[in-house]
């Protein structure tokens, strides 16, 4: 048996169904996170794919935390033909309800590359301590 692949009207065929999508102008969804606990704190990890740190917004009030982000689109060339625009405005947002107290005034982030880091230092009755016996 002989299967004839034709790959121009294939591929053709491939970027005419992506472009029929009903693609929204802006994607919502929840960044992928890790978290980990620490003697002392909480460390937060979210993937921010394409966002610069002037689109970050990080909240934290009664325990929760939150992180809205927004990926900004790009300006297409002029002179390109465009043979697929997947890549939407994307908006990101996240609450997390932390189960210690946080010690709101010391809590610090920051943006590389994509990821997040935000620590959030444990309020100081939070921490774990050693008690001495008598």
């Given at each position: 048996?002989?299967?004839?692949?034709?790959?121009?009207?294939t591929l053709e065929s491939l970027f005419e169904d992506a472009s029929m999508r009903d693609f929204r102008a802006t994607e919502k969804s929840a960044p992928a996170m890790d978290i980990t606990e620490h003697e002392n704190e909480y460390?937060?990890?979210?993937?921010?794919p394409g966002v610069n740190k002037e689109e970050v917004k990080i909240t934290f009030e009664n325990g929760v935390l939150t992180v809205q982000a927004e990926r900004k689109p790009y300006e297409l060339p002029q002179e390109a033909?465009?043979?697929?625009?997947?890549?939407?405005?994307?908006?990101?947002?996240?609450s997390l309800r932390l189960p210690v107290r946080i010690d709101a005034d010391n809590i610090?982030?920051?943006?590389?590359?994509?990821?997040?880091r935000i620590s959030l230092p444990k309020a100081q009755e939070a921490r774990?301590?050693?008690i001495s016996v008598k």
């Open positions: 048996m002989m299967v004839r692949f034709d790959f121009p009207r460390v937060v990890v979210a993937e921010l033909r465009v043979l697929l625009n997947e890549m939407r405005v994307r908006e990101f947002t996240r610090a982030a920051e943006l590389q590359n994509g990821v997040l774990p301590r050693l």
